[in-house]
């Protein structure tokens, strides 16, 4: 494979590599969206009385719900999504490094590329004059 051709090749690699970083990054904002919706609505229920009603709303309707469920499905809701948090950051570190090593590797590519043009651009013809 050329030089030239390895060069294209990992310069479509890390325009995919940033694609799935901004993929991922967009991802993380939406769970740190939902984290603070849903720490909001921990601290709602934390000042509610037991003489309080608790709706869910489940479709156009309003369904009646148990305080202790709600709050409980809140927290596990915190639980899952914090995890998530920390599985999106971990691919972010992973694609970061991955997109890391492509950009090194383009610039030793991009280099031998340039020496190689800069060989063949100072090497003596072979012209033949009469």
Known sequence: MSLQAKF???SIEF???QADLTKVVDARQRLDAQLSENELVKKEFAS???ENTVYKLIGPILV???QDDAKNNVDR???FIRGEIRRVEGQ???????QEKRKVELVQLQTALQQQASKTSTSPSSTITA
């Open 48 to 50: 509610l009385t037991p």
């Open 77 to 79: 809701r915190l639980d």
């Open 8 to 10: 294209q090749q990992a």
């Open 15 to 17: 325009q995919n590599l």
């Open 92 to 98: 972010i570190k992973d694609i970061e490094e991955k």
């Open 64 to 66: 009646k719900q148990d």
